[in-house]
Structure formats: structure tokens, C-alpha cells
């Protein structure tokens, strides 16, 4: 799986769009992007994954640039619940089989404040 | 998406001793994973166990310290044996569907 880099905190004002970068400049053609978070003493959530397109749901939107080698999850309206880890991870998912499971590197720690 | 539990939710062990932990899916699944997070680290995967066939476990694991059954579709085990204070972790249950998704944590301190 491609590594991916993440900066290891951020801060964003309740209300207002939270943006989290990452970068995967090694990811090959069949990995996706999945983005998943881990609000504290609970099990990771998952978000959202995209493989080229942007994608938008219930949580959030993802938006990969066209060459592939970064994305970012907005959340469009961050609330004092979306304190939490995310995790950019790149992966072949689903359609890897075993081999598509995933490996988490450090995330970033979003702080959402009143 | 899947519905997982796990049991314990937490567990004080003394060194030497082993604890298994139980994991229960809502639906059937082929592939489950067990993860490890350390206090204040990211999550690692110990090992990928497919009903049917015997775990396979990631570099710095091994069978021996960490046993793993999986006797059907829904159900899965993993036991920390002869534990140490280093064993102190949080332990996940994870299964893949569509997407991947993850218990709720073991969280285990050994004394």
C-alpha cells in the first residue's frame, strides 16, 4: 500500500469548514483513497474513499486532485463531535481481497473549538 | 455495514497470565482482522483470519503469543498469552464488506 502523509494536528472553529490534506504521491492506479477517523476510546469510522472522482456523503466530501498524489476531506460544517484522529490511507479496499486490508500510519488530530 | 462487538470492553490482567478476547459480527463476513493500538499510537495489524484456513500473522507476530480462532462466519477469538505490561493496548476486531469496519476496542493493562 502507498504511504501517505498527514500533518499531525489541526485546529478549526465549530461551525466553520474543517479541511485535512494528505498526501499519497506513490499511490498506483488501483488503490483508492479512504479516510476514516477515530474519535477517542472508540473503533475507527469510516468516512469516505474515492478512487479518482470526488466523492460527497452524509459526512463529508473528498476531493483528489488530478494527478492523484493528494487529496482532502472537508467537512463542510465541523461540529465539537468531529474531534477525532483521521486517517488517510491508501489501499486497494474492497476489490484487494487480504491484500486490501488496511494499514494506518499516525493521522492527523482535528481539534474542533467553540 | 456490519455490526461489531467485543468481549471484554476492558480487562486488568497480571503478567503471565492469558486472556482471550471474543468477537461477534451481525452478518457474515469472510475476512476479519485483528489490530493492536498501543497507548498513544496508531492502530497495527497482528493478523488476517479467513474462516477456513489458519491466521496469517504480520512481522512481529507470531502464533505463539497470539492464537487466533475462527470457527465460523461470525466469530472470532484472539488470545494474548503469557502477557507483560508491554501488552498493554487496545485490541481490534475489524471485518471487511463493502467497506472495512472496526469493534469497538478491548482495552487491556497488565499489571
Known amino acids: 500500500d502507498a504511504k501517505t502523509t498527514q500533518p499531525p494536528s489541526m485546529d478549526c472553529a465549530e461551525g466553520r469548514a474543517a479541511n485535512l490534506p494528505c498526501n499519497h504521491s506513490t499511490i498506483s492506479g488501483n488503490e483508492y483513497v479512504y479516510w476514516y477517523r477515530q474519535i477517542h476510546s472508540q473503533g475507527p469510522q469510516y468516512i469516505i474513499h474515492g478512487l479518482k472522482n470526488n466523492e460527497t456523503n452524509e459526512m463529508a466530501s473528498l476531493i483528489i486532485t488530478e494527478d492523484r498524489k493528494s487529496s482532502t476531506l472537508i467537512l463542510p460544517h465541523a461540529t465539537l463531535r468531529d474531534t477525532a484522529v483521521y486517517y488517510c490511507i491508501a489501499s486497494l479496499g474492497a476489490y484487494g481481497g487480504s491484500q486490501g486490508n488496511l494499514i494506518f500510519g499516525k493521522g492527523t488530530k482535528l481539534s474542533v473549538k467553540p | 455495514s456490519a455490526v461489531i462487538s467485543q468481549k471484554p470492553s476492558r480487562d486488568i490482567c497480571q503478567r503471565g497470565t492469558s486472556l482471550t478476547i471474543q468477537c461477534q459480527v451481525d452478518?457474515?463476513?469472510?475476512?476479519m482482522f485483528w489490530y493492536r493500538q498501543q497507548p498513544g499510537q496508531s492502530l497495527t495489524l497482528i493478523a488476517t483470519a479467513n474462516q477456513g484456513s489458519e491466521a496469517t500473522y504480520e512481522s512481529g507476530f507470531v502464533i505463539d503469543k497470539f492464537p487466533i480462532s475462527r470457527p465460523n462466519l461470525t466469530f472470532s477469538t484472539l488470545t494474548v498469552s503469557n502477557m507483560s505490561p508491554e501488552d498493554s493496548s487496545i485490541y481490534l476486531c475489524?471485518?471487511?464488506?463493502?467497506?472495512?469496519?472496526f469493534g469497538p476496542g478491548t482495552r487491556l493493562t497488565v499489571t
Open positions: 452478518s457474515q463476513v469472510t475476512m
Open positions: 475489524s471485518v471487511k464488506q463493502d467497506e472495512q469496519y
